[in-house]
Antibody
Framework: QVQLQESGPGLVKPSETLSLTCTVSGGSISNYHGSWIRQPPGKGLEWIGSVFYSGSTNYNPSLSSRVTMSVDTSKNQFSLELHSMTAADTAVYYC????????????WGQGTLVTVSS | QSVLTQPPSVSGAPGQRVTISCTGSSSNIGAGYDVHWYQHLPGTAPKLLIYGNNNRPSGVPDRFSGSKSGTSASLAITGLQDEDEADYFCQSHDGSLRIFGGGTKLTVL
């Protein structure tokens, strides 16, 4: 059974960088994409971007200037960095694995709440 | 404001049938992009329920079905059960952008 688990700080200060890691167990990330999605309180889901196991990336244009995604196949992990955080970035952050760039999200993590506050 | 529009809530009694709509536009659903549906119980990982408009992953009961027409898609749940009470959201593409519906809370009366 494939499982994904997000990890990282629950609290980030304004202007700082958020760093999250998604660890995949029960399956490989080789030949797969990893996406990051977030949901601000009371709002809908927003796709942040995706990274292929080779390292190629595809970002949401609305966030691309602040996003960096990477992958570590040796640890079966993919990562998200979101720079210059503001209160508007407070959200539950999810990771998900998918086979192709435009395909369904087969497996998700349970999400991690990140709050931006001083 | 989500790109795909869903009703905020629906409800039904056990055994009944409910449908959840997902309305897009000519640049996403209407352009031929597939629609996928997910079930989400708060605090747990969202689960893929329907993929490619009308396909069920292994293990998903056939009480769940999906359809797509024009710029909209629908999720139907028949024989409603208490365990179906959850949030449901649709997902598609608009070019290279992955887009979502705002989610619908299903209440089993």
């Amino acid at each position: 059974q494939v499982q994904l688990q997000e990890s990282g700080p629950g609290l980030v200060k304004p202007s700082e960088t958020l760093s999250l890691t998604c660890t995949v167990s029960g399956g490989s990330i080789s030949n797969y994409h990893g996406s990051w999605i977030r949901q601000p309180p009371g709002k809908g889901l927003e796709w942040i971007g995706s990274v292929f196991y080779s390292g190629s990336t595809n970002y949401n244009p609305s966030l691309s200037s602040r996003v960096t995604m990477s992958v570590d196949t040796s640890k079966n992990q993919f990562s998200l960095e979101l720079h210059s955080m503001t209160a508007a970035d407070t959200a539950v952050y999810y990771c998900a694995r998918h086979r192709y760039s435009g395909s369904r999200l087969d497996y998700w993590g349970q999400g991690t709440l990140v709050t931006v506050s001083s | 404001q989500s790109v795909l529009t869903q009703p905020p809530s629906v409800s039904g009694a056990p055994g009944q049938r409910v449908t959840i709509s997902c309305t897009g536009s000519s640049s996403n659903i209407g352009a031929g992009y597939d629609v996928h549906w997910y079930q989400h119980l708060p605090g747990t990982a969202p689960k893929l329920l329907i993929y490619g408009n009308n396909n069920r992953p292994s293990g998903v009961p056939d009480r769940f079905s999906g359809s797509k027409s024009g710029t909209s898609a629908s999720l139907a749940i028949t024989g409603l059960q208490d365990e179906d009470e959850a949030d449901y959201f649709c997902q598609s593409h608009d070019g290279s952008l992955r887009i979502f519906g705002g989610g619908t809370k299903l209440t089993v009366l």
